[in-house]
């Protein structure tokens, strides 16, 4: 149980446009969904917390206009790069709390985004 | 802020126990954690330990806590090469705000 699902896995855009990720929580309610971004050979590094009907929090140095996060239902969290840059290239990961007691998180497969 | 330091690499045959060791600056975190990231994945929740307990098993795994030093271990028993992954170490306080260390890759030999 506990599964999100993600989705692209991959994706390819050109600089300019826009890209949407999704990340669905298959088997129980997500109220909250962190968004992390993760650089080869590198740790993730929390980019913003979703809270379904509310303003996502972002975390210092992340444009709220660059990543746009919208948590519309319980089970649906979305993160759009809009005018995506090749820096913005980067393996993006969503997770959502699974265990009240421990804290443990469930994570989302994962999308790697790459802009030319 | 709360740093969390692990090694970048470890290598080890196939067969041969692993350990790989994380040190952390803050000692508020409740519990602390093991995640696995296979390439191109998620993290995978390996386990977890509660911050008042010293050591936990769960079949393959150890995790040892150093309140003291600051230090936790993750030890497998019997490595295999489908362990070969990157291994986070990560701590909370009490929230779902998590800070992860720097990920060890850990390269198993056959």
């Known amino acids: 149980g506990a599964v999100v699902s993600q989705h692209p896995s991959w994706v390819i855009c050109k600089s300019g446009t826009s890209v949407k990720i999704e990340c669905r929580s298959l088997d129980f309610q997500a109220t909250t969904m962190f968004w992390y971004r993760q650089f080869p050979k590198q740790s993730l590094m929390l980019m913003a917390t979703?809270?379904?009907?509310?303003?996502?929090?972002?975390e210092q140095g992340v444009e709220k206009d660059k990543f746009l996060i919208n948590h519309a239902s319980l089970t649906l969290s979305t993160l759009t790069v809009t005018s995506a840059h090749p820096e913005d290239s980067s393996f993006y990961i969503c997770?959502?709390?699974?265990?009240?007691?421990?804290?443990?998180?469930?994570f989302g497969s994962g999308t790697r985004l790459t802009v030319v | 802020g709360e740093d969390v330091e692990q090694s970048l690499f470890l290598s080890v045959r196939e067969g041969d126990s692993s350990v790989i060791n994380c040190t952390y600056t803050d000692s508020s975190s409740t519990y602390l954690y093991w995640y696995k990231q296979e390439p191109g994945a998620g993290l995978q929740l390996l386990t977890y330990i509660f911050s008042n307990m010293d050591m936990k098993q769960d079949q393959r795994l150890t995790v040892l806590l150093n309140k003291k030093d600051k230090h936790l271990s993750l030890r497998i028993a019997d490595t295999q090469t489908g362990d070969s992954a990157i291994y986070f170490c990560a701590g909370t306080s009490g929230t779902y705000k998590y800070i992860f260390g720097t990920g060890t890759r850990l390269k198993v030999l056959a």
């Open positions: 997770s959502a709390p699974r265990d009240r007691g421990t804290y443990g998180y469930t």
């Open positions: 979703s809270n379904e009907g509310s303003k996502a929090t972002y």
